[in-house]
């Protein structure tokens, strides 16, 4: 009996430390909520990260596989192939074969672990010489009528149709004649007949004999396939047109020791059902699968898997890049707010359960069970969070999943299966154990506390010199100006690099150095706020009126109060102004490359008819070839039959259309040879449809257009071209190349500069602007050209392509910048990116707003008694409510708009180093960091919204206020 008690007490005491720990969440709704909103926030946010990697990658494994499928055969098709190879003398391994065969029916399949669908083994001799019977030995330069094998098909009886005779038989005996299966391809072309004997005939013999071989065989019946298109002729039936087929006993059991080279051509061919292989299970597919190639090699040497899945999940696991592991780091800053928010939420539950926990202690209870009652409400939220929590994970992932841009959701472009995993139960657990960690740490601190020491701390909170302070945001600032050094050093960078190559830890730095300067900015802000607040009560307390200078006594004296809700606002307000600039960069860099390699909305290749008689079409030929004007011309040749221009408006949804025509062209200037590109343009309609931002030149588009419009031969040059050759605007630059086969300049004169130009890349050569109708008059006439089109939003690439057909123009080729945008963003990889950074986002702005909440919640209960004595001195309702809404407004508008400049500093800072890519190509034109005001401002929008609704419920309460109430509880609490 005593062996009992001790364990029962023990449970006495859990349960009624958990009854008194679910006592306090239920007397602390506000507060538990906060904590459970916490919890169930980083569960969710961490748990949908592998299920999106999960479902995404098993959706790309469909396409790899199915891809395999559309090739005819199924995806987990196998076939293992063996042919002879050896010398004449070579036995034929027949113990080899007889191993790989049983080790290919029985465990293959086991050991792979996947359902067996369909078999297929066969077996072919070498070539012998086929003739009909005769007296008389057959000698080397007797003609033979055909060249034929001897085999089998296993099986074969359940998926052929005789169409005359009988199944040969299953037994034989040496001497007798061989009974056969016969094509009804070779019958035909042979004209056998069935019962019709023949002599098999080999002048080399087998390894045993040094005697020619012959036999006779009996044509026993003609067959054909049952079903040619049956999964199980993977290996057409044709291809058995010239073997003559046995049975399976009577090939192994008698005859194989009795031909030469039995074992000539071997196949095995099998199908898996691999319909429950997921992505997680790729790996260790692909492992066994190495297994069991090795494994066949050693029973059968020479043996080979020629036909299997594993090279389509190869390039499957080549696409798929570690982006589970690159998504979390992304989310290791939001994840770190989360846990400061739950911290936050539970150093304020401490601090207003200290004078409990303290009354506690001297009560005898011991630091222990003060820390264990803090941990079962940990685990009771924990618990409720993990349940809600994986479910909304689950729907958060199928969020991400249709994410189109930054904070822009839509159907998914393919079709997720979002599942919960193990490994996003893994993630969910850890999140519960870094949300209890940082849940317990203040509690830890609290239960070291006396009944003496709580009332002192309330009495004179602790102060630290300032000087230790800045000492560590100093090391901090140092640390991310060191890492930003690095990356100065380093050069761009790929973050996100959609190819095969992509590797997510190549630059670790890119990652920790911006959340390094936030919260080091974050530290020198909240550090720097009570000096600042002391300065601005010195100057407000020489101004009359005493609301103002209250409210911010209050911020100025009671800064340990508010330093965790200032810290996360600065952290939230600026990691969500650097996520949203990062997301909108990228973003707009897309589209910027996108348009830049294309030109405008829609770039259009046009054939053009030549005239005269016996005129044949030309082509319109790329910036790579030889140019427009390059095409050849015969002599006498009198020109081009060209559409006007101004034709494709008829064209429903273009607005706008305007020529661009491509020349190479070189400059002599001096010793030098510079050798380009010359585009030719329509100063009128250029500005209306090509894609020019206002960092491609100087000065603007328009004054570009005027200076060519000024001076008709006039032309653009690059500004490097200039410094290089010494040439300034006003000198005449002259051009050769533009005629195919003649080197007669052509002049021009040199108008204005430019850095960039649409479709031009200055790593292929320089490039040259000028008037499309000047280029004209210089060549003779008008000559094959793009055009450009400026489009609505609603016309579809091939629709506009027909149309323009209809209209008479010859469409060669058509390219639309926005339908290759839509492509671009529905790349997994970066759906998955802004999806988490979407989130992310959101998660910031909903937890901003309830620590919002539950802070004004917990100051105005810790301020009840002050509030109601200020009240019965004589402060009336309107100035105390002018003084906690100026204390609310000074506290946001601190927070909200030191983390704006900070998140705006760090995104001018890092962005351009995150520019997508290594060719010229991808990194032109260069990143011009977006800094998302507007979402910042719907993020301001709500916190001020929520500030409203405090202020708003803080007006009501102090409505409420009974004064005799609040100094008796006064009494009471002192």
Known sequence: MALLTAPLRSIQRLLGLWRLAFQRLWHTPALSFALLAGWLAAVTLISAIPMYTDAINQALLRQKLQAIQNSRRPAFAFLFHYTYTGGRSKEPPWENYAALDRYLQT????????????????????LFQLFPTRDGNYRLGDQPLEHVALGFIADLETHLALLEGRPPGVTWSPGDPLEVLISPQLATKLGIQVGEVYILFDPDGNANTSTPFTMPVRIAGIWQASDPDAPFWYIPPESFDNTLLVSREVYLGLLGGDIPRPLFDVGW?????????????????????????????????????TLSPISALRRYQRSVSTQSVLILLLSLPIVGLILLFIALIADSMVERQRLEISILRSRGSTSSQIVMTYLLQGLTLGLIALMLGLSAGRWAALAVGGTHRFLSFRHASVPLSVVITQESVQFAGIALLLALVAMMIPSWRAAHFTIILAKQSLGRPPRYPFWRQLVGDLLLLALAAYGYYLLLGQGRIALLQFRETANPWENPLLL???????????????????????VLERVVAWMPGITALLAIRNLARAGRRYSALIM???????????????????????????????????????????????????LVQGPSAAGSASLEEPEGFPGWALLPVSEHLRAPGVKAATRVGVFKANARIGDQVVSGILYGIDRVDFPRVAYFRRDFAPISLGALMNAL??????????????????????????????????????????????????????????????NLDYIFDLLGGPVPYYVWLDVQETVDATTLAEQLEEIGFRILKIEDARQQIVEAQAHPERVGLFGFLSLGFIVIIFLSMLALSTHALLIYQQRYVQIGIMRAIGFSWGQMVLSLAGEQVLLVAFGILGGAVLGTIASFLFIPFMQIGHTEMELIPPFEVVIAWRDVIHMVTALAVVSLAIIGGVIWALSRLKVFQSIKLGEVLS
């Open 269 to 305: 061919y099998q199908v898996l059902d691999g319909g429950n292989v997921r992505a997680g299970d790729v790996e260790s597919f692909l492992q066994r699968m190495a297994s069991v190639e090795t494994r066949v090699t050693m029973l059968l040497p020479g043996a080979r898997l």
């Open 512 to 534: 920790l150095t911006p959340a390094l300067f936030l919260l080091a900015g974050a530290r020198v802000c909240l550090h720097m706020a009570t000096p600042f607040m002391y």
């Open 709 to 770: 419009a000024v001076e008709p031969s006039g032309i653009l040059v690059r500004r490097e071209f200039l410094a290089e050759t010494g040439l300034n605007i006003g000198d005449t630059l002259p051009l050769r190349g533009l005629v195919a086969g003649s080197s007669q300049p052509m002049s021009f004169t040199i108008v204005g500069v430019l850095d960039l130009f649409p479709t031009a890349y200055p790593g292929e050569g320089e490039f040259f602007v000028a």
């Open 107 to 126: 465990d293959f399949v086991t050991e792979l672990g996947l359902p067996l669908r369909v078999r297929m083994h066969y077996v072919k001799s070498d």
């Open 568 to 618: 996360l606002l600065l952290l939230t307000t600026g990691l969500g102004t650097f996520t949203a600039s990062v997301a909108r960069t990228l973003d707009e860099n897309l589209i910027a490359r996108t348009y830049y390699r294309i030109g405008a909305d829609v770039a259009v290749v046009e054939a053009a008819g030549r005239l005269g008689p016996g005129a044949t079409s030309g």
